[in-house]
């Protein structure tokens, strides 16, 4: 009878929980509605200078700025208390800071000896901490900072100047510096390498390459293992110090790395990861080719290589590429030395499981990475130094998935070829060391 009765008033008591909530979310939505309703009345904007949210911003802040400084001196504002402990309120000051809504003026309470230091909007801070991510996002969006000083200005009618943007993107330098010295997985199945050039104003505007290498780590998620600025061309010399660098931070093996056909480049990896298979990209190749022939050709000379890449067997593949020099040779010499040359590096994929060959026959995995960093790039058009171009490339690269769908879909996509890494290398795969 007991137990009954014990339910019954745990019933009971869910029950008034839920109906205390429901209560005060019709409250909430009620006082909502009356705020809404007199603003309308009054002719006052939702958003905007002396916008609804705006003045609903401010008294929050200013609430809780008093709350903080009633904590801080142990009594409430205007009791005798405050003549006996030594510290005392001392008026206020008013300031205006910057936040999502736009400018908001407060006014924040002092205390006698100044030891008061609120943190929810501390001494001299200006902008709210939205307002920071909001300009990096931008920022990694491409935006310059006159582009973004003109957004706040529009948008929040905030008066934010570009050194002020500059200043707030530089925070993203020390966390920049961590990641790129971050230790690495003992061993990855594949590593993509590839290099985008960016516009740098040195003296004069010079083209200036970024070394990206990007891998697929056991579990099948993106790792982007670090971000490199090299001096003039793309070169193999580079990609070596590059990889020892990778290699010194604990990638003991690679399985495959995955690369354009800079001449040089196989050496350098092998030099490396002597195990290492070394594939050219497919898509490399490709736009190769297409830069010695006419652009009213492209889509025929495509169609004519698709089925030496698709070819079940190495055998095959060369089978259909002498059909392709019989045919284009004549008129495109350049394009059948171009793959004569990548041969030796283009077929090792041909070898291994088709569901290797699906995610490894072309650098598609890194090229969607390097196609949001030419946007933020291009956006700019060129960059004072090296610092600037890499934080912009940074943060493209820190907003590439901000949902954690991507990630999702990268799992899905590689765990039948990474079943397939594990039989083909038998043995060399292990379980992430990070």
Not at 71 to 88: F, I, M, P, Q, W
Not at 247 to 265: E, Q, T, Y
Not at 278 to 301: E, G, N, P
Request: hydrophobic fraction near 40%; include cysteine.
């Amino acid at each position: 009878m007991s137990t009954v009765i014990q339910a019954s008033t745990e019933i009971d008591l869910e029950d008034a929980a839920v109906a205390r909530k429901k209560s005060e979310s019709s409250t909430d939505r009620e006082l909502v509605a009356r705020l809404v309703d007199q603003a309308r009345a009054e002719g006052v904007e939702l958003v905007g200078e002396n916008g609804l949210l705006g003045r609903l911003t401010k008294l929050v802040l200013e609430s809780a700025l008093e709350g903080k400084i009633t904590d801080h001196l142990g009594y409430d504002k205007h009791e005798r208390a405050g003549s006996e402990t030594g510290n005392s309120r001392n008026g206020t000051r008013s300031k205006t800071v910057i936040t999502d809504v736009g400018p908001v003026e407060i006014t924040v309470p002092r205390d006698r000896d100044g030891s008061f230091e609120p943190k929810i909007v501390r001494k001299r801070q200006r902008r709210l901490s939205g307002v920071d991510e909001m300009v990096i996002s931008l920022a990694a969006k491409g935006l310059t900072t006159g582009e973004i000083s003109a957004h706040l200005a529009e948008v929040y009618g905030a008066e934010v100047s570009k050194q002020t943007i500059s200043t707030i993107t530089d925070k993203v330098l020390d966390g920049m510096a961590e990641w790129q010295n971050r230790p690495l997985d003992a061993v990855y199945p594949v590593i993509f390498i590839d290099a985008i050039h960016v516009k740098l104003r040195d003296g004069q505007v010079a083209n200036r390459p970024v070394y990206v290498a990007m891998a697929v780590t056991v579990d099948g998620e993106r790792d982007i293992l670090g971000l490199w600025a090299g001096d003039g061309g793309e070169g193999a010399k580079f990609w070596l110090h590059v990889l020892t660098e990778i290699k010194n931070r604990g990638v003991a093996d690679a399985l495959m790395v995955v690369c354009d056909g800079l001449k040089g480049l196989p050496q350098a990896i092998e030099t490396v990861w002597p195990q290492a298979v070394v594939q050219t990209c497919v898509v490399h190749l490709l736009r190769a080719s297409f830069r010695y022939a006419a652009r009213q050709h492209w889509d025929a000379i495509a169609k004519a290589l698709k089925p030496v890449y698709t070819a079940p067997t190495e055998a095959a593949a060369l089978e259909r590429f002498y059909e392709f020099a019989e045919v284009w040779g004549g008129k495109y010499p350049a394009i059948v030395k171009l793959w004569e040359d990548a041969w030796a590096e283009f077929v090792p994929f041909l070898n291994f499981d088709t569901e290797i060959r699906r995610v490894i026959c072309s650098t598609n995995a890194i090229e969607s990475v390097n196609a949001r960093i030419r946007r933020a790039v291009k956006a700019r058009g060129h960059f004072p130094n090296e610092q600037a171009a890499l934080k912009c490339v940074y943060m493209a690269i820190m907003s590439l998935d901000p949902t954690g769908k991507g990630r999702k879909r990268w799992i899905t996509r590689w765990k039948a070829a990474l079943n397939a890494f594990a039989i083909t290398f038998e043995g060399r795969l292990t379980p992430t060391t990070r």
